[in-house]
Every structure is written in structure tokens, then in C-alpha cells.
């Protein structure tokens, strides 16, 4: 677990980079992916509606289920 935790975090420092200028990431997801907001349940549950959301989030949260 801490070695899937480990690369997530560096995945998401290189998701958060803006490389197209069509890729947009808000405050909020950019903290949902700094706080490990892909092991919080809650936060997951109220991510989409809430504009926290974003597919590396979610592809994150599976990689963990599946890790666990």
C-alpha cells in the first residue's frame, strides 16, 4: 500500500502540470489530489457533484480498492 501511495503522489504532481491548453484542473481537484482524497470515502462520495472530481481521482481511488 504505501508503495502505490507513493507512486500515486508522484502521478498526481505530473497530472497537475498543465501540458495542452485544453487540460483545466481547478482548485478543488487539485486539492482532492494533494490531501489523498483517494483514500477518503467521503470525499469521493461528494466529489462529483461538487466539481472535486477528475479522472485521475477516480482511476486513483480503483488502484487503491484494488490494492487493498
Request: aromatic fraction near 8%; avoid cysteine.
Amino acid at each position: 500500500m504505501p508503495i502505490i501511495s507513493t507512486l500515486l503522489a508522484y502521478g498526481a504532481v505530473v497530472y497537475a502540470m498543465r501540458r495542452h491548453h485544453y487540460q483545466k484542473l481547478n482548485v478543488q481537484q487539485l486539492f482532492a489530489l494533494t490531501d489523498k482524497g483517494r483514500s477518503n470515502v467521503p470525499l469521493l462520495w461528494k466529489a462529483r457533484p461538487m466539481g472535486k472530481s477528475s479522472r485521475f481521482l477516480l482511476l486513483a481511488a480503483l488502484l487503491v480498492l484494488l490494492g487493498t
